[in-house]
């Protein structure tokens, strides 16, 4: 009996020791929890076992964590290419043979990428590598590596490269519908070449519209953040406090060109969709509606009767289009997208871009005071459901991608119509000499507004072509006429 009496006030005792470190652990070595009340009344802890409590639940509001996962998938891009100084004829006619026949000069361009998969797919900005003759990419742990571009879109500044290499550390896509207003994110990147810098921020607003993508068929509705970016950060990451990738930083709005407080990136919605065509197809299947809208205004709310200043007005319905097919008209409202509240007309915009040709959802819109949902199919650019071929995007025509001029354009050329060629590969544009940044005013006697127009002037054969006139980037008209 007395061993047993014995091993029973052992066990008490180290029981009762523990309880004594415990304490002295917990009141001595940390600071005890202090209560306070907000405004209803209920007891809150202070601030950082709040906080500390908030990181276990919400994830890593430590931004350690999510650095730590990022710097090792955000790549820095360099580029190089060759620019070729156009001939100034007014100068050669007053200064000589130096004004004509330039040689050409090689510029150089950095930015940053994220990849995605450990076999070295690279999302990056189109604006990074546009152009670009020789593109390498500089990993974290400084091995460098050749890109090869998969694919580009220019109407989302989005592009997709790749690199021969395995085993990469690599981001994993978050959700960037999910993002709220006021959630800390993290922005990855190269400033000024400085690479894996790491600033923090909040979203400060989603669904922007800046209007820098000088595309007919742009989609724009950025993501905004006070997270510092400066030139070198494009094409880099924003994650969320877990490390996921919700964006691909894209812009600043500054008046100085570095940063000024406000930053943006592509939300990872429209990321996903994009890449997956790229590296699926080597082209974007875009759908489209066949709508020229714009937000509603204050105005436009009275004008058309509506309770609240939210949606997109439609302007104008494209016939043969998606929308003509659901019976949508000029002046309807369209207030939900499968679904999905619209405020905005680039809300709009986003999200019909997570669609393909041939995706159905459902529009619901305001006419009349009367609201109504419709079933719709969706096409793309050529008014159909079928797939895209690489080359033949949208704006492409054999070879040369067009977009509308815009009113510097027109001032500036002193024109009220044409087309500029944005891009220009193998094709009837580039035998005929024209070059990036030429306006082609008319073809076979039709004047053009849009990439539309050059190709309904066409047709599907360049044996169609009969004439042709326009303006160099330079400013010198030309004009070629075939046949009688």
Do not use: C
């Given at each position: 009996m ?5 091993i ?5 005792a ?5 309880i ?5 652990t917990?009141i001595?070595?940390?600071p005890a929890?202090?209560?306070l ?9 202070e ?12 994830g ?10 990022t710097?090792?998938?955000?790549v820095?891009v360099?580029t ?9 004829p ?15 000069r090689e ?5 940053s990428?994220?990849i995605?998969s ?15 003759d020789n593109i390498?990419v500089?990993?974290?742990d400084?091995?460098k590596?050749d890109?090869e571009?998969i ?11 790749r690199?021969k290499?395995?085993?990469?550390a ?8 999910n993002?709220k207003?006021g ?10 070449n400085?690479?894996s810098s790491?600033?923090a921020?909040?979203?400060s607003?989603k669904?922007r519209?800046?209007n ?5 068929y742009?989609i724009?509705?950025?993501?905004q ?6 030139p070198?950060?494009s094409?880099?990451?924003l994650?969320?406090?877990?490390g996921?990738?919700?964006g691909?930083t894209s ?6 060109g ?8 592509i939300p990872?919605?429209?990321v ?11 082209e974007?299947?875009?759908?489209l ?6 937000d509603?205004?204050?105005e436009?709310?009275?004008e058309?009767k509506l ?7 439609i302007?104008?319905v494209r ?11 000029v002046?309807d409202v369209i ?9 905005t007309?680039s ?6 871009g997570?669609h393909?040709?041939g995706?159905k959802a ?10 109504t ?12 459901t079928?797939?895209?071929k690489p080359?033949?995007g949208?704006?492409?025509v054999?070879?040369?991608?067009f977009e509308?001029?815009?009113s510097?354009?027109r001032?500036m ?9 944005i891009e ?9 000499g ?5 306006i ?6 039709k ?5 539309d127009?050059v190709?309904q002037?066409l047709?599907a ?5 009969k004439?042709?006139e326009g303006?160099t ?9 075939y046949?009688?």
């Amino acid at each position: 009996m007395k061993g047993k009496y014995l091993i029973v006030g052992l066990m008490m005792a180290f029981i009762g020791a523990a309880i004594a470190l415990f304490a002295y652990t917990t009141i001595i070595e940390k600071p005890a929890t202090i209560m306070l009340k907000d405004s209803s009344g209920i007891e809150v802890p202070e601030a950082q076992t709040f906080l500390t409590a908030l990181q276990m639940q919400e994830g890593q509001v430590d931004f350690r964590y999510a650095a730590e996962l990022t710097v090792h998938a955000v790549v820095n891009v360099h580029t190089k290419s060759v620019v070729r100084q156009p001939d100034n004829p007014i100068m050669e006619w007053f200064y000589g043979d130096r004004y004509s026949n330039r040689a050409p000069r090689e510029m150089e361009g950095i930015g940053s990428g994220v990849i995605i998969s450990s076999d070295g797919y690279i999302i990056t900005n189109n604006h990074v590598i546009e152009d670009a003759d020789n593109i390498q990419v500089s990993l974290n742990d400084n091995r460098k590596f050749d890109a090869e571009v998969i694919g580009r879109d220019p109407s989302t500044d989005l592009a997709l490269i790749r690199i021969k290499a395995t085993d990469l550390a690599y981001l994993r896509y978050g959700n960037s519908d999910n993002l709220k207003v006021g959630e800390w994110v993290l922005a990855v990147g190269n400033p000024f070449n400085l690479t894996s810098s790491v600033t923090a921020g909040i979203v400060s607003a989603k669904g922007r519209n800046l209007n820098i993508i000088n595309d007919d068929y742009r989609i724009e509705s950025f993501i905004q953040t006070d997270a510092a970016l400066n030139p070198g950060n494009s094409g880099g990451a924003l994650v969320d406090t877990k490390g996921l990738l919700v964006g691909i930083t894209s812009a600043i709005y500054s008046p100085s060109g570095a940063y000024a407080g406000n930053s943006f990136a592509i939300p990872v919605s429209i990321v996903k969709k994009v890449i997956d065509d790229l590296k699926e197809y080597g082209e974007v299947q875009r759908a489209l509606i066949g709508v020229v809208m714009k937000d509603v205004t204050s105005e436009v709310a009275k004008e058309q009767k509506l309770a609240e200043v939210k949606g997109a007005i439609i302007t104008e319905v494209r016939e043969g289009s998606a929308a003509a097919d659901a019976n949508l008209k000029v002046n309807d409202v369209i207030v939900k997208f499968d679904g999905v509240n619209i405020n905005t007309s680039s809300e709009l915009t986003e999200q019909v871009g997570m669609h393909r040709p041939g995706d159905k959802a459902t529009i619901t819109y305001l006419r009349n005071g009367k609201e109504t949902t419709v079933p719709i199919t969706m096409k793309n650019f050529a008014g159909n459901t079928s797939v895209v071929k690489p080359g033949s995007g949208t704006g492409i025509v054999f070879g040369a991608r067009f977009e509308s001029l815009s009113s510097g354009d027109r001032r500036m050329y002193n024109v009220d119509h044409g087309v500029k060629i944005i891009e220009i590969d193998d094709g009837l544009f580039r035998d005929l000499g024209l070059r990036k940044g030429a306006i082609i005013l008319s073809i076979n006697g039709k004047e053009l507004n849009n990439a539309d127009d050059v190709k309904q002037a066409l047709g599907a054969s360049v044996k169609s072509l009969k004439s042709i006139e326009g303006i160099t980037s330079d400013g010198r008209e030309f004009h070629f006429q075939y046949g009688n």
